[in-house]
């Protein structure tokens, strides 16, 4: 707007002078048909001429400067030779030169806005001084100030301004080297600027406030907050949600992640809770504080096996339970029990065993399950069968298990570099079994000292004896029903 009034303001100014200008000429025409030649005698119309001249000039260069901020603000406007006033005689070479120097300033400048070259106003050169071109000297600078202001901010805007088709060139015969120079430079200014807008290079202009740059600079600063903050949440929420267990998309998802953190809460709450009331309780006795402890925890420990029977039973109907686990891999000593097991029923019938197993919690060892009638006819045919052919006994040993006893004993075959695992269970009351020390004889130790502790007797050992405790010992330690005879011991 304001570039508007100054517009305005410069046509009324420039129409006054007009005016003021006709006027003068035709009092000084009217004077000079009363007066003598003036080339017979010099008068002070001479004068007069002079300082309407610089006025003319004044007021062509006014609208000069008129024309180039119309064209540059987009206002096609064809230039109208100034209304010429009753001839006046006095007018002479030097006002017909000024006018075609302005009229050829305008046409330039507007060819160089149609080849997109930006000028900024220059300043003519003074003319000698001369009364009242002072005021028209600041109001052309006041102008220009402000032309060059709001060009600047259009190409911040990125407003490209159509070039306007140029009035005729003339050829200006009044040009001199100042006017020159200042083009030049204009021209290496406007060069420079427009290489900084097409490299990206935004420059704030020397007339633009410093507070717009500022305000700019915060509204950016700002933005960018803005940007980060919303990024933060978005990677906090994606972490939550991996955390939580990774729920799809679906609505389903959201209810259970809301479910899920609402659950989190209450139990964040609970513990502080019981945390503060644990703490206020902590004053008085602390047997008792240990107690609620060990009830809390035990508590905790219950719930927690309560929930995940509650949730295996639930994934159990639900069919999402695993599939049973494939049979365990089979035991490299598997052939080994197939082959004993295939010799002693083609030998000794099936009927002679109870079971047979690996036995997964003693190297995988083949065990034997015999019946307590066929132990002795076994075990000689485990060490004398050439299939077979386990001609050491590793260990022997009794256990009460409260129902019956068993009584254990370790073969191996140094020939087939192979070994075998026989038990045999007896009655508790009445423990006895037949000894094997006649056919290893390195049973003869272990059948005494299972019979020492717990009461097994071995029929046919050659001298079954006690070997810890004395003969007259009452009990056998290891039973599970043993009452020391003497409490002090």
């Not at 004896?465 to 020391?484: A, C, N, Q, S």
Request: charge should be neutral; proline fraction near 5%.
């Amino acid at each position: 707007m304001s570039g508007e009034k100054d517009l305005e303001q410069l046509k009324r100014e420039a129409a006054e002078k007009a005016k003021a200008d006709a006027l003068a000429r035709r009092q000084a025409k009217e004077a000079g048909e009363n007066a003598p030649k003036p080339e017979d005698t010099p008068t002070p119309a001479g004068d007069a001429d002079d300082l309407a001249k610089k006025k003319a000039a004044a007021a062509a260069k006014a609208k000069a400067a008129a024309l180039a901020k119309k064209q540059r603000e987009g206002i096609v406007e064809e230039p109208v030779a100034p209304a010429e006033e009753a001839p006046a005689e006095g007018d002479d070479l030097a006002k017909k030169k000024a006018a075609a120097a302005a009229n050829a300033k305008a046409a330039a400048l507007a060819k160089k806005q149609r080849e997109g070259i930006v000028e900024e106003p220059v300043a003519p050169a003074e003319e000698a001084p001369a009364e009242g071109d002072d005021l028209a000297k600041k109001k052309a600078a006041a102008a220009a100030k402000a032309k060059a202001a709001a060009l600047a901010k259009k190409q911040r805007e990125g407003i490209v301004e159509e070039p306007v088709a140029p009035a005729e060139e003339a050829p200006a015969e009044g040009d001199d080297l100042a006017k020159k120079k200042a083009a030049a430079a204009a021209k290496a200014k406007a060069a420079a600027l427009a290489k900084k807008q097409r490299e990206g290079i935004v420059e704030e202009p020397a007339e633009a406030p410093a507070a717009e740059a500022g305000s700019d600079d915060d509204l950016a600063k700002k933005k960018a907050a803005a940007v980060a903050k919303a990024k933060a949440a978005a990677a906090a929420k994606r972490k939550a949600a991996e955390l939580a267990g990774g729920a799809s998309d679906a609505p389903a998802g959201d209810d259970e992640k809301a479910k899920a953190i609402a659950a989190a809460k209450a139990k964040a709450a609970a513990a502080a809770k019981a945390k503060a009331a644990a703490a206020a309780k902590a004053g008085g006795a602390a047997a008792g504080g240990d107690d609620e402890k060990a009830k809390a925890i035990a508590a905790a420990k219950a719930k927690a096996a309560a929930a995940a029977a509650a949730k295996a039973k639930a994934a159990g109907k639900a069919g999402d339970a695993p599939a049973p686990a494939a049979e365990e891999a089979a035991s490299p000593n598997q052939p080994f029990l197939d082959k004993y097991r295939k010799v002693i029923e083609e030998n000794l019938g099936a009927e002679v065993l109870e079971d047979s197993y690996i036995n997964k919690l003693s190297k995988d060892v083949p065990t034997l399950v015999v019946k307590r009638e066929s132990y002795y006819k076994l075990t000689q045919f485990l060490k004398y069968n050439e299939l077979l052919g386990f001609d050491y006994l590793s260990e022997i040993h009794g256990t009460d298990f409260q129902s019956h006893m068993e009584v254990y004993a370790h073969l191996y075959s140094y020939k087939n570099r192979q070994s075998v695992a026989v038990i045999v269970k007896i009655d508790r009351d009445e423990p006895t079994i037949e000894s094997v020390t006649p056919i290893w004889a390195g049973a003869e130790w272990a059948e005494c000292e299972a019979y020492d502790l717990l009461g097994i007797k071995f029929t046919g050992h050659p001298n079954l004896r006690r070997i810890m405790l004395g003969e007259d010992w009452v009990g056998h330690p290891l039973r599970k029903d043993y009452e020391p005879y003497d409490v002090e011991v």
